[in-house]
């Protein structure tokens, strides 16, 4: 029998049996495409590695966003906009 641990922002602590093997296989299939897969020594806890993981979900999105309206924008154009120099 396997084990899965998911961590999640929302301070919830649930525990479940899955008994089908391919519905395991399908949870599996769906965690692999809506979860960052962490290695054994990746401590989630840290606030650093934590904001790291959500800026690169965030550039993900941004960028898939990108791909699906075809518009994007120069650094240069958002300096400007947001009033950096």
Excluded at 2 to 22: F, H, W
Excluded at 37 to 53: A, T, V
Excluded at 60 to 71: Q, S, V, Y
Aim: hydrophobic share 35%; proline share 4%.
């Amino acid at each position: 029998m396997g084990e899965i641990v998911i961590k999640i922002p929302n301070n919830m602590k649930r525990r479940y049996l899955v008994t089908d093997s391919a519905r395991a296989d399908a949870l599996i299939d769906v965690l692999d495409h809506s979860a960052v897969r962490l290695k054994n020594d990746f401590d989630p806890d840290s606030p650093s590695r934590i904001e790291d993981m959500r800026d690169g979900e965030s550039a993900l999105r941004n960028l898939n966003e990108m791909r699906t309206t075809g518009i994007s924008h120069t650094v240069d154009e958002l300096r400007k906009e947001f009033g950096i120099s």
